[in-house]
């Protein structure tokens, strides 16, 4: 299936944008394939057939605009982007001689905009947060090339991935439910119309696969998650300018 998808889409797409929707199928796909194993020579043709239809090109723009939605809405809520305010004076997640050292390297790489070298200054806050805003443009455009700034461009997939799997977090936690209830009254009829009970091995994997992701969607992934990765991509952007 990914060696289908990687002929038409880029990496990206395929890793941020495709894998969320995985994630949340997963225990569906499972339960189906657990109860009717037919439906696994069915899966290759509806993939070629979805691609050729321009479902997955559809549903890779919707994914992303709901990321970006979403992106949108905590970013309001945060005070902006983690970029932007990982570099602020009042932010802790990196320390004053780390940020002097960063404004220095960018004061040779963006000409005009005067960052201040020495934290002690006072200086315009709103106007710094401008110049942050515009110095995370700068590096996002400075790092483009994948294979130069690798493990940039491996935590921007990695936020992404987390961005856009929170963003369908309802169908998720719907999708795993209806698993996990599936794959319980299967279970129940099967050892209860059987003579000799036969217990459906992979049904009975597929019942945890449900129970463990509808816990992932209900628990783990929230506002924290996103926000975890899309610091943890800052530092990795900004870490270019000690190199």
Known sequence: MLKELSR????????????????????????IFAWYPQAKTVLGGTMTLLISFGVMSFLSIYISNLGNDLQDKYFMRWGGAPSTLLLLPNNQELDRYTKQRYFIWLNRKCGGLDLPETLDDQVDSE????????????????????????????????????????????????????????????????????????VNVLGVIALIASTVCLSIHGIVLNEKFVKRRGVRYARTLFEVCEK
């Open 8 to 31: 038409h889409f880029e990496h990206y797409a395929i890793h941020a944008r495709f894998m969320p929707v995985f994630v949340v199928l997963f225990p569906l796909v499972l339960t």
């Open 127 to 198: 106007g710094l947060y401008e110049k942050i805003r515009s110095v995370g443009n700068f590096m996002r455009e400075y790092t483009r090339d994948r294979k130069k700034y690798i493990q940039v461009y491996n935590d921007n997939v990695a936020y992404g991935f987390a961005r856009n799997i929170v963003a369908i977090k309802i169908a998720g936690l719907v999708i795993a439910s209806i698993s996990l209830i599936s794959n319980g009254l299967f279970l129940y009829v099967l050892t209860n119309n059987e003579s000799e009970v036969v």
